[in-house]
């Protein structure tokens, strides 16, 4: 879900900043964000990024999680967002 939520409402991702900055700006209207880890990732045919985050508090990670379906991985919350060929970042 979280991965659709991004890709409907930004343009394509085109390196490692865009992709953070629209992270962030989603993950604002339910709390602070407190980390970020961005790694590429090819998944099937396509490019893709692993994406694992911590929000500041409990409370914004739950809804986080309950709103935008993610998986928890220990104290971090993961997901996968597809990049298109436009991506100037570094590739796995």
Known sequence: MMNAKLTRRFPP?????SLRSAIAQVCSE??????L???PAT???GLQCACFLQMET????AKLKSKL???HFGNELGF???VGEEW???RM
């Open 13 to 17: 991702f085109a390196d490692e900043q």
């Open 30 to 35: 339910f709390g602070k964000l407190s980390r």
């Open 37 to 39: 880890d961005i790694l």
């Open 43 to 45: 998944r099937g045919s």
């Open 58 to 61: 409990a409370g914004a990670t």
């Open 69 to 71: 379906l993610m998986i």
């Open 80 to 82: 996968f967002v597809s």
């Open 88 to 90: 100037r970042g570094p």
